[in-house]
């Protein structure tokens, strides 16, 4: 069994990842804020840390803070502290995280989701170094490194009056843009090693066998949206799967939720300003939708009889006549036939069993 001594730390081989350490490394000398930019899971708050134990302040406290997490008022308290009073509910005095990161560093991670008023102090602390507790009137010094993160296009917000241009001229003294994982292809295999060994140990399984050839393609060819993070929890699933260390891990399963029997959603949306959810369309799983078969262009036939019609039988009986044709036009090979209807292997068993159409596409067909 291979073996590292770091847990989730920041891994890869890559070129554009490792001109990304050389920044970082550059950077954590200075007293200077740092904005960090990158997509979900990518790291950022791994590159945050990094940057404060390669500082000079090191050894002082290093505190966190999600800004997507409270709304303007509790984040305000949060950032500033409180005087007792300030508030029902404010017995007493409080330290906001600036003056507990005092000569240390202070990581914001989803700046973006700041309102205007919190973005105009925080311009205040870093341009003077000061501020007020919330309801209190004494000013308060602190010096304190400020990295940021985000996911957003922070100019963009800004050119759109979104976000206040000159607090991102401020947090901009230097960029670090994380690459996502699709363009550290040389890296996946490596990172997916590393979870899968970390996740054997966490089973105590006496070793980790390795991955198929089937296996490593798969984890070649995902596009990986939810990066990082998201191939973390796909390998440690696929280990916990095996669960038998002198086999390799054989199946990768990428969705979790994939399945002919996921139940309908009622999809919502929210505007930023956290206002009720507005249901905005019903939709049935991308499972449980009619197959189409690849480069076709034909409509879903429209009823040929009044109504009322019964739209879920309806529905089943023209997924029953999709399946049994593109089963018919493959031979019955269940790996074409998938291909064919833009299915994973799994995802047509599992409509097969939901329509009781196995027996009609026996497995000795397949050439899996």
């Not at 502290?81 to 507990?100: I, M």
């Not at 140990?201 to 198929?212: A, H, V």
Request: proline residues 5%; glycine residues 6%; negative net charge.
């Amino acid at each position: 069994m291979s073996r590292f001594r770091q847990t989730d730390n920041l891994l890869g081989q890559a070129n554009s990842f490792l001109e990304v350490l050389e920044q970082i490394s550059q950077l954590a000398t200075l007293n200077k804020p740092v904005l960090i930019i990158g997509e979900r899971g990518t790291g950022k708050e791994l590159v945050a840390a990094r940057l404060h134990f390669l500082s000079q302040r090191w050894d002082q406290n290093y505190v966190k803070l999600n800004c997507a997490a409270l709304n303007e008022n509790l984040l305000e308290s949060e950032l500033f502290g409180y005087e007792a009073g300030a508030f029902t509910g404010a017995a007493k005095r409080r330290e906001g995280r600036f003056e507990l990161a005092h000569n240390g560093t202070l990581f914001l991670d989803e700046l973006a989701n700041t309102s205007g008023l919190i973005q105009e102090k925080l311009l205040r602390v870093i341009e003077y170094g000061e501020f007020e507790r919330v309801g209190g009137s004494k000013t308060i010094k602190t010096d304190v490194r400020l990295v940021a993160a985000t996911n957003e296009d922070l100019p963009a917000l800004a050119q759109a009056g979104e976000f206040r241009a000159d607090l991102l001229d401020r947090l901009a003294f230097d960029v670090i843009t994380i690459p996502p994982l699709r363009e550290r292809r040389e890296d996946i295999l490596m990172l997916a090693e590393h979870f899968a060994i970390n996740m054997a140990r966490e089973m105590e399984m006496e070793l980790f066998s390795g991955f198929t050839e089937k296996a490593r393609r798969t984890l070649l060819e995902h596009p990986w949206p939810g990066n990082i993070r998201e191939l973390k929890n796909v390998v440690e699933r696929a280990v916990y799967r095996c669960n038998n260390p002198h086999l390799p891990v054989h199946e990768i399963v990428l969705d979790p939720f994939t399945s002919p029997y996921r139940p309908v959603t009622r999809i919502k949306t929210r505007d930023r300003s956290n206002s009720a959810a507005e249901p905005v369309a019903v939709t049935e799983d991308i499972a449980a939708a009619p197959p189409a078969v690849a480069g076709s262009t034909e409509a879903i036939p429209a009823p040929t009889t009044g109504y009322p019609i019964d739209l879920k039988e309806r529905s089943a009986q023209y997924e029953i006549d999709m399946l049994r044709q593109a089963l018919e036009d493959s031979q019955f090979n269940q790996k074409k036939t998938a291909e064919k209807l833009s299915l994973t292997y799994h995802q047509l068993r599992g409509y097969l069993k939901k329509y009781n159409l196995l027996d009609s596409a026996p497995e000795t067909a397949d050439t899996q």
